[in-house]
């Protein structure tokens, strides 16, 4: 019998071939404009830990960066809640706010069509959202019982490369 130490590595078949083990990391952090930066560095790291390719990083960081931005800009909430997964070749981010915020943005966000002026700097994440990701979209996001306010969680997919050094 083999010793742990000689085990292959869990995303590793026997034959050499890569698994598609889905990899997951949730992350809190207070709705605050400074949480932004930890939140996309938090993605580089985990997204490096997992043998993610350049290109997909990079854009990842962009597009955590922007929904995290309009969950403190245009919600009232205190925490912010974030989800990474990677599957296969799709990478899906995910932002959760706590609710009570501007319905009018998030009807904006569910329709895809930008917040404010076009030549301010207001609404052009959404736009590089939809122009980064393959896929996105907004759904409630529902936290304790049915009296609690019902947050809304934004998220975005795109495809990605496993590199493995």
Not at 33 to 60: G, I
Not at 106 to 132: I, K
């Amino acid at each position: 019998m083999a010793s742990p130490h000689d085990a292959l590595p869990s995303d590793h078949r026997l034959d050499g071939a890569l698994t598609t083990r889905p990899l997951r990391d949730a992350f809190h952090l207070p709705a605050r404009d400074t949480s932004v930066a930890v939140a996309r560095s938090r993605v580089l790291d985990r997204l490096r830990e997992w043998y993610v390719d350049d290109e997909a990083c990079a854009d990842a960081q962009l597009l955590m960066s922007e929904l995290f931005t309009n969950a403190v800009r245009h919600t009232d909430s205190e925490k912010v809640s974030c989800e990474l997964w990677v599957i296969g070749v799709r990478l899906r981010l995910e932002v959760a706010d706590e609710g009570s915020g501007s319905e009018r943005i998030r009807a904006d966000c569910a329709d895809s069509t930008p917040v404010g002026d076009s030549d301010g700097e207001s609404g052009r994440g959404l736009l590089l959202v939809s122009v980064l990701a393959d896929d996105w979209g907004i759904r409630a996001a529902r936290r304790g019982g049915p009296e609690e306010n019902t947050g809304h969680a934004v998220w975005a997919e795109l495809e990605c490369q496993r590199t493995y050094g």
